[in-house]
C-alpha cells in the first residue's frame, strides 16, 4: 500500500511517510511517486462520526497530512478533507466530512452522512461514554443512512491502553452484530490509520471494479453528480 498525498503540498507534507512504506514495498520507486500520474479511478464521500474528543479529526489529519497534534483545535460544525489512496493496480480519492461531533451540531449531521458510501465511527478506548455514543451513531445510521453505506467502528486512542475502559473484544462484537469492520487505531503511534482507510477503499472498490480505460478527472463533478461512491476510470 501507497498513501499519495492529493497535492504536491500534501506529497512533501507526507514525505517522511512515504519513504518509510517505501521501505516495506521496494517494487515502488520515489521517481514514480513525483512523476506519474495518478488518476484516481474510484471516488469515495465519506463522513466520521463520533463523540466530541474521540480522534476524528486527528485520525484524518494522522491519514491526510501524516501529523498528529497534542492539542488539536476542535471542529466547528464539520471540515472537508481529500485525500488520495493507491491501492494496488488503482487509485482511490477520499472526500471526507469530519464532522464536529457535539450535541449541538446533531441537527446538521444527516447532511453529511445521507451523501456518504462510506461512515467511520469513532469512540475513544478510553472512555465508556464515548462507546455508548457511538452505538446511537450506528443504530441512527442504521435508520435513516444508506442502505449500502460501508460502516466502520473505530476504536481510537489504543496508545492509551492503562486507561482502557472499553475492552476490544466488546468494540469487535458490536461491529459484527451491526455488520461493521471493527479496528482499533492511534492518530498518535499512527496504528491502523492507513489501514482503516485502505480496507474502506478495498470493500468500495469490490463493489464496483474500475473499467480499462480511464477519462478525465476534469469530469469527475459531472460524473459523480448525485452519487456518493463512483467509478470515475
Ligand atoms: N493519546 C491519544 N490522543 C489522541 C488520539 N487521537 C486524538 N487524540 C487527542 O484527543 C483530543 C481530541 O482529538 P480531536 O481529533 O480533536 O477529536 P475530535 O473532536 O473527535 O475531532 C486531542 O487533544 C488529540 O490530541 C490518539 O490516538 N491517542
Ligand atoms: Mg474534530
Not at 495518478?38 to 480522534?55: A, C, E, R
Not at 491519514?63 to 488539536?72: E, I, M, N, R, S
Request: charged share 20%.
Amino acid at each position: 500500500m501507497v498513501v499519495l498525498g492529493a497535492q504536491l503540498q500534501n506529497l512533501q507534507l507526507q514525505g517522511s511517510h512515504i519513504s518509510k512504506l517505501l521501505q516495506s514495498d521496494q517494487s515502488v520507486q520515489w521517481q514514480d511517486l513525483v512523476t506519474r500520474s495518478y488518476k484516481p479511478s474510484w471516488w469515495i464521500l465519506q463522513v466520521l462520526l463520533g463523540d466530541m474528543g474521540t480522534g476524528k479529526t486527528s485520525l484524518v489529519l494522522r491519514f491526510v497530512k501524516g501529523q498528529f497534534l497534542d492539542h488539536q483545535e476542535p471542529t466547528i460544525g464539520a471540515a472537508f478533507f481529500t485525500q488520495i489512496l493507491s491501492v494496488t493496480e488503482a487509485t482511490v480519492k477520499f472526500d471526507i466530512w469530519d464532522t464536529a461531533g457535539q450535541e449541538r451540531y446533531h441537527s446538521l449531521a444527516p447532511m453529511y452522512y445521507r451523501g456518504a458510501a462510506a461512515a467511520v465511527v469513532v469512540y475513544d478506548i478510553s472512555s465508556m461514554d464515548t462507546f455508548v455514543r457511538a452505538k446511537k451513531w450506528v443504530q441512527e445510521l442504521q435508520r435513516q443512512g444508506n442502505a449500502n453505506l460501508v460502516m466502520a467502528l473505530v476504536a481510537n486512542k489504543s496508545d492509551l491502553d492503562s486507561k482502557r475502559e472499553v475492552e476490544n473484544e466488546d468494540g469487535e462484537q458490536f461491529a459484527q452484530e451491526n455488520g461493521m469492520f471493527f479496528m482499533e487505531t492511534s492518530a498518535k503511534t499512527a496504528q491502523n490509520v492507513n489501514e482503516l482507510f485502505y480496507e474502506i477503499a478495498k470493500k468500495l472498490a469490490r463493489a464496483c471494479p474500475p473499467k480499462p480505460s480511464g477519462i478525465n478527472l476534469h469530469n469527475e463533478r459531472q460524473e459523480r453528480r448525485g452519487k456518493r461512491f463512483c467509478c470515475i476510470g
